[in-house]
């Protein structure tokens, strides 16, 4: 069978003697004229008037910001602008009067080829385009703080703009329910503090922040109140599928918007399972999502959904930019066990930028055994026990030793496109309504 892993792929060989579940999201109609698709919803969107009525509004006009993910992303943010900034032109907005303001998060700035790939050699060479950098507080403006007392830093090119549009793409997220909407301020363009202060180990470790949980997670009502403050005038977001092509738009409010497109995968996302399984083989869904050790921490996440306690998780990521951040690196080498690291991030003894990701890692580690077969070397996985694998059939064949020959395996070859979630758990998916 065929595994997303990196660029092309990963062949696995299945024996016919194991117990195996492949879970595959059903086959989803892509649009076929997507342009035209985004220009048409544009024209209609939710709870907003059309973005013409909105720019004519505007009678002194100097700048309208438009928001795109980053590289780390596989949404085809070109066909998205291709359709939003032909609209725009024609409502008499020149380029020289549009920022493409890319939402790096905490993730390093863009690549040259990245930014070719994300945007198109045509519009990257057209307008200004600028990577928000979360931790150059001179390119931010302080607006307060949220309610629950989070710092609101937020991009001057995006503040200062007549008008704000955001980009992006909604799928299920490890601890903010869903990505998209909301998510494209917080983290996409706030300033480090903020990013800290929405991250911080308290809401992570809230049970409500979970993979396809919404109303009642914290981290989505703290993003939300920031993107409300900080002005939304627009968005265009989609669904895409396993090839990464757009299955859904909606373009208007940002609420309506989101809430519409967290419906959609509310139907598509999710298969319920009656027990867990003993071993779960799952990934990030490949290129550019499994880059580095760093955001296949996710694919682990997808792993604890499915898995039972003492289980084993195999998670499959290319990594060819290695381990990811220096931070994220350190963190692996501290020598103690997860417990005590999990502890020492909720005592804030541990307080670094990437706290994040350790902390979801050793909750799972505490959990299951995790190992990971990629392009690494086995050293590079640390001392806190992370397990190295040569390959998905050598440790499946390992982990049966563990729980016996006729123990259950559930396959995840997709990424967050198909997630187990146990018949028990499925009230906890929070409608929008």
């Given at each position: ?12 060989s299945l024996d016919p003697s194991w117990n195996v579940t492949i879970f595959r999201p059903e086959k989803q109609n892509i ?267 996710k694919s682990m996440l997808i792993g604890e959904m499915g898995v039972k306690k003492k289980g084993t998780i195999i998670a ?95 396959i995840l070859p997709n990424g967050p496109q198909l997630l187990p979630l146990l018949k028990k758990k499925k009230s906890s ?5």
């Amino acid at each position: 069978m065929k595994f997303d892993y990196g660029k092309i792929g990963l062949e696995i060989s299945l024996d016919p003697s194991w117990n195996v579940t492949i879970f595959r999201p059903e086959k989803q109609n892509i649009i076929e004229n997507p342009i035209n698709a985004v220009r048409n919803a544009i024209k209609k969107p939710l709870g907003t008037p059309p973005l013409k009525q909105i720019i004519y509004q505007k009678s002194d006009l100097d700048k309208i910001c438009i928001v795109v993910s980053d590289s780390t992303r596989p949404i085809p943010s070109y066909i998205i602008l291709e359709g939003l900034i032909k609209d725009i032109n024609e409502y008499g907005v020149e380029d020289e009067q549009i920022c493409i303001l890319v939402a790096t998060g905490l993730h390093r700035t863009s690549k040259n080829d990245e930014l070719e790939r994300m945007l198109g050699n045509e519009l990257k060479n057209r307008l200004e385009v600028i990577d928000h950098v979360a931790t150059d507080k001179e390119s931010q403006i302080y607006i307060g703080k949220s309610s629950n007392g989070v710092p609101i830093y937020n991009n001057k090119n995006y503040y200062n703009s007549d008008i704000k549009i955001l980009t992006g793409y909604v799928e299920p997220h490890l601890f903010a329910g869903f990505s998209g909407g909301r998510k494209s301020i917080v983290p996409g363009i706030v300033g480090q503090e903020t990013i800290l202060g929405n991250h911080s180990a308290e809401m992570i470790d809230s049970p409500y922040a979970r993979f396809g949980i919404y109303k009642k997670n914290p981290l989505h009502k703290n993003m939300l109140e920031i993107a409300k403050k900080v002005g939304v005038d627009f968005i265009v977001n989609v669904c895409i599928n396993v090839q990464h092509k757009i299955t859904k738009i909606a373009a208007g409010d940002l609420e309506r918007v989101h809430e519409q497109l967290v419906d959609y995968q509310l139907e598509h996302a999710f298969k319920e399972i009656s027990e867990p399984f003993d071993i779960v083989v799952c990934g990030n869904g490949g290129y550019p999502l499994d880059l580095d050790l760093y955001l296949a921490v996710k694919s682990m996440l997808i792993g604890e959904m499915g898995v039972k306690k003492k289980g084993t998780i195999i998670a499959v990521n290319e990594c060819i930019d290695g381990i990811g951040k220096d931070t994220f690196r350190d963190l692996l080498n501290l020598g103690i066990k997860p417990k005590e690291i999990y502890e020492k991030v909720m005592n804030k003894e541990i307080e670094v930028l990437d706290k994040w990701g350790i902390q979801v890692l050793t909750r799972v580690m505490m959990k299951a055994d995790i190992y990971v077969v990629s392009e690494l070397k086995e050293k590079e996985f640390g001392n806190v026990g992370l397990k190295y694998a040569s390959s998905v059939e050598n440790t499946i064949n390992l982990a049966l030793k563990k729980h016996g020959k006729d123990a259950k395996i559930l396959i995840l070859p997709n990424g967050p496109q198909l997630l187990p979630l146990l018949k028990k758990k499925k009230s906890s998916l929070n409608l929008v309504n």
